[in-house]
C-alpha cells in the first residue's frame, strides 16, 4: 500500500501540480479509514472529543505578538501543509481567521506524540498548546507542547498548487470552497459584518426590527412570480413571500413608525449572475417621510456602511473605480431616457406614439404596451447599464410602480427612485400609497393584468386596503438587496460568489 501522498512533504511552489486518478483517490481514501480503524482499536477514537480549551486565534496572535511572545497559547484549526524534517516538523494551521506556522519537536511533544503527529494527513484537525515565538527567519509561529487530533479528515483536500477551480463544484461544496480558499471565507466574514454594521445604523436611528411571514395566502409586494406551496392540514394553496412590503406597512399603520426586516425573499424566476432565486433583503419604512428623505437617508447608509467596514468610500468594482461619498446624482427617468436616446417622452401623448418611438430605436416593444410601460423598456435597455457612478433615477411610471404615490405634477409617473451603481440597480424607495381608494384601483388594475397572462402582476390583498382605511401616515419606504450590496463591496463578480450555498440544478 502506498503513502498518502498528502501525508508528507508539500510540493515546491514551482512543482506541477498533482491530479489523483480515480485509482489513487481510492487508495488514500482505504488508507485514512485504516489510521481511523487503529486509532478506534488503541482507544483514541478522535470523534469522541467534545471540547478542547481554546484561548486564541492565529489571527490575534499575529497582531498581538509582542504581548504573546514567549506565552502559552492553546489553539485549534486544520492542518494544510507540513514539512517533516526528521525529529522537528513544521506545519501550517488554519483556522477562520487566517493562519499560523507551528513548530513541533520530538523531545518537547514527547516521541509517542510526536510519531502520531506524523501520522496525521492534510486536513485533519487539531488542538495544540504551545508559546509563541518568532523563528531565525523572523516568521511568527507557535512552538507546540501538545498536539490533539480532534477530527480525522478521511478525504484529501484539493491539491493546494492546483486549487478547487471548478466553480460549479465550489458552490455545490461550499465547505470545501471554504476550505481551501481563504478569499471565500473572507468574502462571508465581510457580509456578517455589513449585515451587523446595518442593524447598528438603523437601531441608532431609532427603528424597530421586526419578523414577518414568509408564507402568505397573498403573494403581493412587489411585481414578480412566486413560488407555490400547499399547507395540507388548511388544504390550501400558499405562496413563499416575494416582498415583506405590504406586512410592514401594516405595522405602520398600527402606530410602530419606523420597522425594518432584513431576510428572505423568494421569486420563481430566472437564474443569472445578478439573481438567486431566494435571496436577502431589507426593507425599512418611517412614517411622516417621503422618497427625497429616503435619497439622503441612502447615501449616508452606503457610505456609512462603506467606511465601516471597508475603511474607506472610493472602492473598485470589477476593474471600475466607483465613489460611494455623497452627493449622489439625482436625475429623472424622462431626463435619463432623453439623453442616451435623444427621445423625449414627456411631449409623446400616446401610447401608440411611445411605442413607435422605442421601436424606432430598436427597442422591442409589446404591441399593447402603455407609454409608462414603454418609458421604463426603454430606460431598461438603453440606460440603466451605463450609469456607472452612484444615481437616483428617479420618478418611474405609475404602471411599474403599483405601490407608490403619484407625483402631484404628473399623475403618469410616481415618487419612486432607484438605486442604480455599476450599471445594476441595488435598491428601490417609495413615497408611499396611503390613499386606500386609489390603492384599491391599482390593486385591481394589477388583477385585469393577472388575467390577461402576467404572472408577476400584484395579487388583490384586501386585507391591506382595509388597513389604509384606518388611515397610514404619509411615509417613505426603502429596500435594499443585501447580496448586491456585498457584491458591491466584496468586489463579487456574480451573486452566487456571495450565497453561502446558491441555488443549483440537481446533479440527478
Same mark, same amino acid.
Given at each position: 500500500?502506498?503513502?498518502?501522498?498528502?501525508?508528507?512533504?508539500?510540493?515546491?511552489?514551482?512543482?506541477?501540480?498533482?491530479?489523483?486518478?480515480?485509482?489513487?483517490?481510492?487508495?488514500?481514501?482505504?488508507?485514512?479509514?485504516?489510521?481511523?480503524?487503529?486509532?478506534?482499536?488503541?482507544?483514541?477514537?478522535?470523534?469522541?472529543?467534545?471540547?478542547?480549551?481554546?484561548?486564541?486565534?492565529?489571527?490575534?496572535?499575529?497582531?498581538?505578538?509582542?504581548?504573546?511572545?514567549?506565552?502559552?497559547?492553546?489553539?485549534?484549526?486544520?492542518?494544510?501543509?507540513?514539512?517533516?524534517?526528521?525529529?522537528?516538523?513544521?506545519?501550517?494551521?488554519?483556522?477562520?481567521?487566517?493562519?499560523?506556522?507551528?513548530?513541533?519537536?520530538?523531545?518537547?511533544?514527547?516521541?509517542?506524540?510526536?510519531?502520531?503527529?506524523?501520522?496525521?494527513?492534510?486536513?485533519?484537525?487539531?488542538?495544540?498548546?504551545?508559546?509563541?515565538?518568532?523563528?531565525?527567519?523572523?516568521?511568527?509561529?507557535?512552538?507546540?507542547?501538545?498536539?490533539?487530533?480532534?477530527?480525522?479528515?478521511?478525504?484529501?483536500?484539493?491539491?493546494?498548487?492546483?486549487?478547487?477551480?471548478?466553480?460549479?463544484?465550489?458552490?455545490?461544496?461550499?465547505?470545501?470552497?471554504?476550505?481551501?480558499?481563504?478569499?471565500?471565507?473572507?468574502?462571508?466574514?465581510?457580509?456578517? @459584518? &455589513?449585515?451587523? +454594521? !446595518?442593524?447598528?445604523?438603523?437601531?441608532?436611528? #431609532?427603528? $424597530? %426590527?421586526?419578523?414577518?411571514? *414568509?408564507?402568505?395566502?397573498?403573494?403581493?409586494?412587489?411585481?414578480?412570480?412566486?413560488?407555490?406551496?400547499?399547507?395540507?392540514?388548511?388544504?390550501?394553496?400558499?405562496?413563499? @413571500? &416575494?416582498?415583506? +412590503? !405590504?406586512?410592514?406597512?401594516?405595522?405602520?399603520? #398600527?402606530? $410602530? %413608525?419606523?420597522?425594518?426586516? *432584513?431576510?428572505?425573499?423568494?421569486?420563481?424566476?430566472?437564474?443569472?449572475?445578478?439573481?438567486?432565486?431566494?435571496?436577502?433583503?431589507?426593507?425599512?419604512?418611517?412614517?411622516? @417621510?417621503?422618497?427625497?428623505?429616503?435619497?439622503?437617508?441612502?447615501?449616508?447608509?452606503?457610505?456609512?456602511?462603506?467606511?465601516?467596514?471597508?475603511?474607506?468610500?472610493?472602492?473598485?468594482?470589477?476593474?471600475?473605480?466607483?465613489?460611494?461619498?455623497?452627493?449622489?446624482?439625482?436625475?429623472?427617468?424622462?431626463?435619463?431616457?432623453?439623453?442616451?436616446?435623444?427621445?423625449?417622452?414627456?411631449?409623446?401623448?400616446?401610447?401608440?406614439?411611445?411605442?413607435?418611438?422605442?421601436?424606432?430605436?430598436?427597442?422591442?416593444?409589446?404591441?399593447?404596451?402603455?407609454?409608462?410601460?414603454?418609458?421604463?423598456?426603454?430606460?431598461?435597455?438603453?440606460?440603466?447599464?451605463?450609469?456607472?457612478?452612484?444615481?437616483?433615477?428617479?420618478?418611474?411610471?405609475?404602471?411599474?410602480?403599483?405601490?407608490?404615490?403619484?407625483?402631484?405634477?404628473?399623475?403618469?409617473?410616481?415618487?419612486?427612485?432607484?438605486?442604480?451603481?455599476?450599471?445594476?440597480?441595488?435598491?428601490?424607495?417609495?413615497?408611499?400609497?396611503?390613499?386606500?381608494?386609489?390603492?384599491?384601483?391599482?390593486?385591481?388594475?394589477?388583477?385585469?393584468?393577472?388575467?390577461?397572462?402576467?404572472?408577476?402582476?400584484?395579487?388583490?390583498?384586501?386585507?391591506?386596503?382595509?388597513?389604509?382605511?384606518?388611515?397610514?401616515?404619509?411615509?417613505?419606504?426603502?429596500?435594499?438587496?443585501?447580496?448586491?450590496?456585498?457584491?458591491?463591496?466584496?468586489?463579487?463578480?456574480?451573486?452566487?460568489?456571495?450565497?453561502?450555498?446558491?441555488?443549483?440544478?440537481?446533479?440527478?
Amino acid at each position: 500500500m502506498q503513502q498518502d501522498p498528502q501525508a508528507g512533504t508539500p510540493l515546491p511552489d514551482h512543482a506541477d501540480p498533482v491530479i489523483l486518478t480515480e485509482e489513487e483517490l481510492n487508495e488514500i481514501l482505504t488508507i485514512r479509514r485504516d489510521k481511523l480503524a487503529d486509532l478506534k482499536a488503541r482507544g483514541r477514537d478522535p470523534f469522541w472529543q467534545v471540547l478542547y480549551p481554546v484561548d486564541n486565534t492565529t489571527s490575534n496572535i499575529h497582531a498581538r505578538f509582542d504581548e504573546l511572545e514567549g506565552k502559552p497559547v492553546s489553539i485549534a484549526g486544520r492542518i494544510m501543509s507540513r514539512r517533516i524534517m526528521g525529529k522537528a516538523s513544521f506545519f501550517d494551521l488554519h483556522d477562520r481567521d487566517g493562519k499560523v506556522q507551528v513548530y513541533a519537536r520530538i523531545d518537547a511533544l514527547g516521541e509517542e506524540v510526536y510519531e502520531e503527529f506524523k501520522k496525521m494527513d492534510l486536513g485533519d484537525l487539531v488542538g495544540l498548546q504551545g508559546e509563541v515565538f518568532r523563528t531565525h527567519k523572523g516568521e511568527i509561529s507557535v512552538k507546540a507542547n501538545e498536539i490533539t487530533l480532534l477530527a480525522k479528515s478521511l478525504r484529501p483536500l484539493p491539491e493546494k498548487w492546483h486549487g478547487l477551480k471548478d466553480v460549479d463544484l465550489r458552490y455545490r461544496q461550499r465547505y470545501l470552497d471554504l476550505i481551501v480558499n481563504p478569499e471565500v471565507r473572507r468574502t462571508f466574514i465581510l457580509r456578517s @459584518r &455589513i449585515l451587523r +454594521e !446595518l442593524r447598528g445604523f438603523l437601531d441608532e436611528r #431609532g427603528f $424597530l %426590527e421586526v419578523e414577518t411571514p *414568509i408564507l402568505g395566502t397573498i403573494a403581493g409586494g412587489a411585481n414578480a412570480r412566486p413560488f407555490i406551496t400547499h399547507h395540507n392540514t388548511l388544504d390550501m394553496d400558499m405562496f413563499l @413571500r &416575494i416582498a415583506p +412590503e !405590504l406586512y410592514l406597512k401594516r405595522l405602520i399603520v #398600527g402606530g $410602530l %413608525e419606523r420597522v425594518y426586516e *432584513i431576510g428572505r425573499n423568494f421569486r420563481n424566476e430566472g437564474i443569472s449572475i445578478k439573481h438567486n432565486p431566494e435571496f436577502t433583503a431589507f426593507e425599512l419604512y418611517e412614517a411622516y @417621510r417621503d422618497y427625497n428623505y429616503m435619497m439622503d437617508f441612502v447615501e449616508t447608509l452606503i457610505s456609512t456602511l462603506a467606511k465601516k467596514v471597508l475603511g474607506t468610500t472610493t472602492i473598485t468594482y470589477q476593474g471600475t473605480p466607483i465613489e460611494l461619498a455623497a452627493p449622489w446624482r439625482r436625475a429623472t427617468t424622462l431626463q435619463l431616457v432623453q439623453e442616451a436616446t435623444g427621445i423625449d417622452f414627456d411631449l409623446i401623448e400616446t401610447h401608440e406614439a411611445a411605442r413607435k418611438a422605442a421601436q424606432s430605436i430598436g427597442v422591442h416593444i409589446k404591441p399593447d404596451a402603455t407609454w409608462g410601460l414603454v418609458l421604463n423598456e426603454v430606460y431598461e435597455a438603453r440606460v440603466e447599464h451605463t450609469l456607472i457612478q452612484p444615481t437616483f433615477v428617479i420618478d418611474f411610471p405609475v404602471e411599474i410602480s403599483p405601490l407608490t404615490k403619484k407625483k402631484v405634477t404628473d399623475a403618469r409617473l410616481t415618487e419612486r427612485f432607484e438605486v442604480i451603481i455599476g450599471g445594476r440597480e441595488y435598491g428601490c424607495a417609495y413615497s408611499e400609497l396611503n390613499d386606500p381608494i386609489d390603492q384599491k384601483e391599482r390593486f385591481l388594475d394589477q388583477a385585469r393584468r393577472r388575467e390577461a397572462g402576467d404572472e408577476e402582476a400584484n395579487m388583490m390583498d384586501e386585507d391591506f386596503v382595509t388597513a389604509l382605511e384606518y388611515g397610514m401616515p404619509p411615509t417613505g419606504g426603502l429596500g435594499i438587496g443585501i447580496d448586491r450590496l456585498v457584491m458591491l463591496f466584496a468586489d463579487a463578480y456574480s451573486i452566487r460568489d456571495v450565497l453561502l450555498f446558491p441555488t443549483m440544478k440537481s446533479m440527478k
